[in-house]
């Protein structure tokens, strides 16, 4: 093979080049801040947590695309004012794309990744949306401008093939015959290293032919990704041009593969959450990712002299095929994208520091001579030869019929073979331009009837996918749903869609649509029952979440712009139905905190999802449940502060009734798993292989992703507050369990009881009236449970029971009360003596400040109890649990700066409390000496001397007080969950007058809401009505409004 390494050594560096784009809509909302700024090639990125720490990083290229743009005329993003830092879809090409193209016109193998997070921008630079076309097209273009200017020189060939990497499986995008089962297999050669075997490479003449291969395989992508109800992001998109360029005149061939690669989202590789869960190790969806990842660490090592490193190119189907990208015979050219948002600052840095990594890959580029071509020469060779010894052997006169005959079979057999290879190239093309010509006239039909009949147009999470399915609603009725059998139907397939799943009327114009029964039909957030006439931009979503906007005819068509519709959008109006909503921002509204919208935002991700989870469960018999919950983190502080919201999905088995609470990212993992069995699933059915030995139905358990073993629940917590111990009053009360609706999940009977350090309860003469007495002396008192009462956990399934588990002061575990099983109201008997040796100022504080939560655990058959680990908990020989010692520091660690700059607040706090101190002893003195003057008096002249004395009276006094103030801060707790506060946050909503103020700072709207409701639970579609807490219907009905 004649090759030239290319240039000199250091020369074939990975190029590395990074994009920041404009805010999204939910960063807008968020009133994100941008944290990267540009100074020619280099980038930085600020810490949005830390003012002081950024971090700068040099590459190729960085291109702003962040600000300083407009759209014109003709839709196209340009900077704002000439020369501005703006970088548009042209100048992005004319760095990389130019470089591309001069890589593979000199016979150069060529790479182009995209890599970032989820909507990052990678498809938009890569294939662009609309008028601003990204590189590839630009590159096509380019590409065959250039074929033409040079027809003198060379004749050029083009095959381009385009496939998708979902799950480790390869899908042919653009294949004619029907998705292979388990995907396309990719195979070894020694010439020519990994490749797809039957990949189908389309010979093309025309970008504009390119473009349309482009737009059929999006097409087939969109479909694929509903089928197989699999979420695009997560795929990997690869588009691979094979040029070969044939110079006559110098009779050599050139041949190069460009491989423009459109990643998965980056993030995925550590979704949060999943890394807990038993099947992690189950799912493939990231491994190409992440070995990728790995892949380019192992090169990075390389490049810096380690010796022995194994680059794990075989670990998964992407680094297969991306070899001779990596490391290998290919100038390469990667383009990390970003979000410039706060709140994606943690993706960004990591998507920089994967950037730095992969620009220290070196390539071994050489120019490739075409293999074909070398055929052909050698093919001629041998036939100059055979001719010679044909010749040779007529001059000698010999008949050697025998071996003549020979030989003229073989070179007709030759000059067939050099025939075939050079008419391959011509056939090829013919049949492309017969399909070609096919495709163009479905395009010119759809455009036809997309000005006269209305339609619906898919929406798609992936907003590069969207608008790429359009089903048209002629005259007459139509059913819509999985059936293609009949000719008046319109086929339709996805989670939970019917054989005959709803029914389209057009007459005089008007479309009506009509659900049948068993389905689920959803038009502008609401299901509909009945028959209901639609509107242009009407929006559709039918079974589980398979989305679709109404565009009338176009007489109707007042607004063309379908673009604001998204998938958001979709889900947005979903949760409004819901109850929770998103309001318009007004103009010089305030923002909303970004960890409300965070929430939502997470709440209308996963919201579909549960969703299809939830049809999946019911197609696959699986029995399990699927709620969302968004989680007020106030339940669990113990000073009840208002803290983060999460959310979290329920499941519950119904026969089983067992319950499980999984995090958002360990739901998202199980899900992928869904989908996985899912897809097996249809496959089994649709194979009819239905007596297959382990139908997905049954899966053992330990496989199953609808199951986990049973764990202990946490079903609400108490607050018991600590204040009276302060005092060293005894405090008795009837705490009510709030759970995660913020309903009332049982009542607590507890006892704080100051005692001696032998346990017996104090006196009332023990009662303080200042506390700071207490300070540097013992302290001892005893918490106890005494009862739980209403259980209700125990009360919807007998064979349960319930552990009471706390965690006070410093201590670093949490004790657990003993378990006791099927009792609605059972007695708990719990006593636990707790000790101060030395109390402190901030142990003082804390009583008075803080409470004990006491959380109420629910225990499920088969699962184990909770136990107290003691490990590193401090404890008497009596069982007395040490809370504080001697020499204990009063202060927590903290940074020494914020340390240093509280002490002296401190320090002047001090000298002014100093100063009231000793003008309150001095008056305190006074009224002592009047107190027992008084005193004296009366006793001479009552001549009583039972009557306690006037402290203890007081001290009796504050106990009820202190009684009084615990049950009216119960009923103000009470009062605050019921309170009808009523919004999710608008973005940017403005906070009504009067709305609360918790720990000093002001609360919005919604995080009243959510602080009201503790917790809200949602069930999501897919038809699982049934139990609702009034609290949920409540907030359900509300309108949520600024
Ligand atoms: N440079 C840019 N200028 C204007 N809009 C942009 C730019 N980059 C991205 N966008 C917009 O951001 C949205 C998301 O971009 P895109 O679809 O390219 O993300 P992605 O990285 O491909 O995400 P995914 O991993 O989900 O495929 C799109 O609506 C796109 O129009
Ligand atoms: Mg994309």
């Not at 049949?431 to 209305?454: C, G, S, V």
């Not at 999501?1020 to 219907?1033: F, K, L, V, Y």
């Amino acid at each position: 093979m004649r090759a030239k390494v290319s240039d000199v050594h250091g020369k074939d560096c990975v190029k590395v080049a990074v994009r920041v784009r404009p805010f999204n809509k939910r960063e807008k909302n968020a009133g994100s801040r941008c944290i990267i700024s540009m100074v020619s090639s280099s980038i930085t990125i600020q810490d949005p947590r830390d003012c002081h720490s950024s971090r700068t990083f040099c590459f190729d290229h960085a291109y702003w695309s962040h600000s300083g743009f407009i759209q014109n005329r003709c839709g196209l993003y340009v900077a704002e004012e000439l020369g501005g830092r703006y970088a548009d879809q042209d100048s992005v090409f004319q760095d990389l794309g130019e470089g591309i193209l001069e890589n593979a016109l000199q016979g150069y193998n060529a790479t182009l990744l995209a890599y970032g997070q989820t909507g990052s921008g990678k498809s938009y630079s890569m294939v662009g949306y609309g008028p601003n076309k990204g590189l590839i097209p630009k590159l096509c273009e380019r590409l065959f401008q250039a074929i033409g200017d040079n027809l003198e020189t060379r004749q050029c060939q083009v095959f381009f093939s385009m496939l998708e990497i979902y799950n480790e499986q390869v899908v042919d995008l653009l294949t004619r015959g029907s998705r292979i089962p388990g995907g396309l297999r990719v195979r070894e050669e020694q010439q020519r290293g990994f490749y797809v075997e039957g990949l189908r490479t389309v010979p093309c003449e025309s970008a504009v032919q390119v473009e349309q291969l482009m737009e059929q395989g999006t097409r087939a992508r969109t479909t694929a990704a509903t089928h197989m109800n699999a979420n695009s992001s997560r795929s990997h998109m690869l588009i691979i041009l094979q040029l070969k360029q044939i110079f006559s005149r110098e009779n050599i061939t050139k041949q190069s593969n460009v491989n423009l690669v459109d990643l998965a989202g980056s993030e995925r590789q550590r979704s949060p959450g999943s890394e807990a869960d038993r099947l992690k190790e189950g799912t493939a969806i990231n491994l190409s990712l992440t070995t990728l990842g790995n892949v380019i660490s192992s090169l990075a090592d390389v490049a810096v002299g380690r010796k022995g490193i194994h680059i794990p190119y075989r670990h998964s189907v992407l680094t297969k095929l991306l070899q001779s990208a990596l490391g290998g015979n290919s100038r390469t050219v990667m383009l990390a994208t970003l979000s410039p948002a706060d709140i994606c600052y943690e993706e960004s840095l990591s998507t920089l520091r994967y950037a730095e990594r992969t620009k220290r890959i070196q390539n071994r580029a050489v120019i490739n001579e075409s293999p074909t071509e070398r055929l052909v020469k050698e093919l001629k060779a041998e036939n100059t030869r055979l001719l010679q010894r044909l010749s040779r052997l007529g001059q000698e006169g010999r008949r050697a019929n025998e071996e003549t005959k020979e030989l003229r079979q073989l070179l007709t057999h030759n000059e067939l073979q050099i025939r075939a290879i050079q008419t391959l190239w011509e056939q090829h093309l013919q049949e492309a331009l017969k399909d070609w010509e096919q495709q163009y006239a479905n395009i010119t039909q759809e455009r036809r009837m997309m000005q006269m009949y209305p339609y619906i147009l898919n929406i798609n999470e992936d907003a590069q996918l969207s608008g790429m399915v359009k089903l048209f609603i002629q005259d007459g009725e139509w059913d819509i749903g999985l059936c293609d059998s009949s000719p008046r139907s319109i086929s339709i397939k996805g989670l939970g869609i019917q054989e005959r799943h709803a029914v389209f009327r057009n007459e005089q114009r008007r479309v009506t649509l009509t659900p049948l029964p068993g389905s689920k039909v959803i038009v502008n957030g609401n299901t509909v029952p009945k028959p209901t006439e639609l509107q242009h931009l009407d929006r559709l979503i039918l079974g589980s979440n398979c989305t679709y906007l109404f565009i009338g005819y176009p007489s109707e068509r007042d607004v063309d712009d379908w673009s604001s519709y998204d998938y958001d959008y979709f889900q947005s109006e979903l949760a409004a139905a819901e109850g929770i909503r998103l309001g318009e921002s007004g103009p010089g509204s305030s923002q909303t905190d970004p960890l409300l919208l965070a929430v939502f935002y997470d709440y209308i991700q996963l919201m579909p999802m549960v969703a299809e989870a939830n049809q999946m469960s019911q197609e696959l018999n699986k029995g399990v449940e699927f709620e969302l919950e968004i989680k007020n983190l106030v339940l669990s502080d113990s000073k009840g502060c208002d803290l983060m919201k999460d959310i979290v999905v329920r499941a519950t088995s119904r026969a089983l009734k067992q319950v499980w609470m999984w995090s958002k990212g360990k739901f998202v993992n199980r899900k992928f798993l869904m989908e996985e069995l899912y897809q097996q699933h249809q496959l089994q059915k649709s194979t009819g292989n239905t007596v297959e030995r382990c139908p997905v139905t049954e899966l053992p358990r330990e496989k199953d992703p609808f199951w986990d073993p049973v764990e202990p629940l946490l079903l609400g917590t108490a607050h018991f507050w600590l204040q009276s111990l302060a005092f060293r009053i005894p405090l008795e009360e009837q705490l009510e369990v709030l759970g995660s609706e913020g309903s009332e999940e049982a009542i607590i009977q507890a006892q704080l009881v100051p005692c001696t350090s032998t346990g017996l309860p104090l006196g009332e003469d023990d009662i303080l009236i200042d506390p700071s007495e207490l300070l540097g002396r013992r302290l001892d008192f005893q918490l106890v449970l005494d009862q739980c009462c209403g259980l209700r956990w125990i009360r919807e399934a007998s064979d349960r029971g319930v552990q009471i588990g706390f965690r006070l002061f410093d201590c670093c575990r949490n004790l657990f009360s003993p378990a006791v099983w099927h009792n609605v109201n059972p007695m708990l008997d719990h006593r636990v003596h707790f000790a101060s040796l030395h109390t402190s100022q901030r142990l003082l504080d804390y009583l008075q400040s803080s409470a004990v939560v006491l959380e109420l655990w629910g225990l499920q058959e088969g699962c184990t109890n909770l136990v107290s680990s003691l490990e590193g908990v401090r404890m008497t020989t009596e069982g007395v649990f040490i809370i504080e010692e001697p020499g204990t520091t009063d202060a927590a660690p903290a940074d020494s700066a914020v340390l240093s700059c509280s002490v002296r607040a401190l320090q002047q706090n001090l000298e002014e409390l100093k100063g009231i101190n000793s003008s309150l002893k001095k008056e305190n003195r006074t009224l002592r000496e009047q107190l027992s003057t008084a005193k004296n008096v009366r006793d001479s002249t009552r001549g009583q001397s039972v009557r306690p004395s006037c402290d203890a009276e007081f001290a009796r006094s504050l106990k009820v007080f202190y009684h009084s103030m615990t049950s009216v801060r119960g009923q103000l707790q009470r009062l605050r969950r019921h309170r009808p506060s009523c919004v999710f946050p608008s973005p940017g909503g403005l906070r009504p007058a009067g709305a609360p103020a918790v720990c000093g700072r002001a609360v919005s709207p919604a995080e009243g809401f959510l602080r009201a409701a503790g917790t809200v639970r949602l069930r999501t579609q897919t038809g699982c009505s049934g139990h609702r807490s009034p609290e949920t219907r409540a907030i359900r009905s509300l309108v949520l409004t600024e």
